[in-house]
């Protein structure tokens, strides 16, 4: 029996690779979280940037929160059974008229994950619409198998390494993920998705979670993972705390090794060692 997803959720995320829209807030929560991050911004002079924009939760109490909201994790459970990991968090934040934009992709390219039970919760915390830069994906393509990608490191993907499948997509096959603030949309890690530029008068903005069985590993270094549900019997990953308060200082060294590290992973093969070097755009996301 389901704890969230109706059957039919369930299956159309098998089927397309995707479902939306899941209501996991109210709007005035998701209103208020984002007050939090803009209050931060103000605070520190400007956008989340660089490696702040990874790993998150394990910054901030109310995103350490977030990964373990129930709803949330009930959904991801209804897919991917009891014992659950948050491996990372990014937010990807498109200002308001800017061309920062996501290449079509499938996310499990360089992220070092021994199998692809991988599902992105991605929540919106501003709406998320075809005026403003929402995700669009091409139904069934989770259901291929790796994709061959360029990395073009072009200057406006907010991706790592710029990187676009190397074949063809038929913008017309795409769908579009039109979300309001406090809804999430869930993706399988080999769905093939993108966004175009935000030409609106406001920020949009998403928090994705990426989640996995414990039973997952990583296969290219080291790495940690938050556990969130369950049991995890497999010790794949190292453990990671769970921040009582925003920016403790022994959270904020703790947040750069651990992001260095995975850097490490995603970067591997090129000139980039970090989130925060200079050939790595600030606003970079996953
Ligand atoms: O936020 C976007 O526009 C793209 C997000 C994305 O590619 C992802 O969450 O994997």
Redo the contacts with the bound molecule.
Sequence with gaps: MPKILTQQQIDTFWQDGCVFPIRVMPEQKAAEIRARLEEFEEKTGGPLKGDLRHKSHLLFSWLGDLVREEPIVDAIEDLYGPNLLCWTTNF?IKEANNPAF?SWHQ?STYWGLDRPDVV?A?IAFTPSNAAN?A?GFIPGTHKKDQIPHRDTFAKNNLLTRGQEVAVDVDPKEAVTIELRPGEMSLHHVRLV?G?PPNPSNDRRI?F?IRYIPTSVSQVAGEDSATLVRGVDTFHHFGEEPRPARDMDPAFVELHRKITERNAQILYRGTQVKSYNDPKALPDRA?
């Design positions: 990807f996501v996310d992105t991605w830069g995700m998705h966004s998403g994705a996953a």
